[in-house]
């Protein structure tokens, strides 16, 4: 059975600071690497992927992948209320075109 | 652009009852996915289209679920007979061709309540 472990939170942090969020996958042979968001009551929306090990950048978002330990992160920076929401982790199965996601992760920022 | 779209954006019945859902993806995107997701948990995938073949049902309840997509376009997924156990959000996604790459495009979901 293919799983990605997400920490359920809520994590909370105060407006400004940085949000970490992580996630690890047990399928070694995985390649791509999604993070969603979904505010509550919507339907999830691409933040980024990345199919690399290290860092990608967009914006106020970093996403980490370190395949050799199998975890893969994102990091938003100048954390904003509208940043509230929950945080999906989909990891791309090897050798299949399906993805398998995480539980997620709650997030709230205060003001 | 229209994005994926989905009806009914909510359905409430009694179990043992049926229900179906439609769904129309992004003009042109050959993959379709219809995902369930129950309250604090993500979407699980149920089944996967290219154009109007099955690439992927492992997950489908197939004594209660059935879907299909005649034309290679909209897609329904029924349920027959409905359990409690069924209540959740159901998502519609789609993507261009399927590809590794590829981002899944979500439709707004129907939510579903069995009684």
């Known amino acids: 059975q293919k799983e990605v472990e997400q920490n359920s939170g809520p994590l909370s942090v105060p407006e400004g600071a940085i949000a970490s969020l992580n996630c690890t996958y047990s399928?070694?042979?995985?390649?791509?690497f999604f993070w969603y968001r979904q505010y509550s009551g919507k339907s999830p929306e691409l933040i980024m992927f990345?199919?690399?090990?290290g860092d990608k950048e967009d914006g106020r978002f970093t996403a980490q992948l370190n395949k050799a330990s199998q975890y893969v992160s994102l990091l938003i920076r100048d954390s904003q209320p509208s940043d509230s929401a929950t945080y999906l982790c989909?990891?791309?199965?090897?050798?299949?075109?399906?993805?398998?996601f995480g539980a997620g992760t709650r997030l709230a920022v205060h003001p | 652009e229209a994005g994926v779209a989905q009806s009914p954006r909510y359905k409430i019945i009694e179990k043992r009852q049926s229900v179906a859902f439609w769904c129309n993806p992004i003009?042109?995107?050959?993959?379709l996915y219809w995902y369930q997701q129950i309250l604090g948990q993500g979407p699980k995938l149920l089944i996967q289209?290219?154009?109007?073949?099955?690439?992927?049902d492992s997950q489908l309840p197939k004594d209660r679920f059935s879907a299909e997509r005649l034309k290679g376009v909209d897609s329904t997924l029924k349920i027959q007979p409905a359990k409690l156990e069924d209540s959740a959000v159901y998502l519609c996604?789609?993507?261009?061709?399927?590809?590794?790459?590829?981002?899944?495009?979500f439709g707004p979901g129907t939510r579903l309540l069995v009684l």
């Open positions: 996604a789609s993507s261009p061709r399927g590809g590794p790459g590829e981002t899944q495009y």
């Open positions: 399928d070694r042979g995985s390649q791509s």
């Open positions: 990345i199919y690399s090990n």
């Open positions: 989909a990891v791309r199965v090897s050798g299949y075109n399906k993805l398998i």
């Open positions: 003009s042109g995107h050959a993959t």
């Open positions: 289209f290219q154009n109007n073949g099955v690439v992927d």
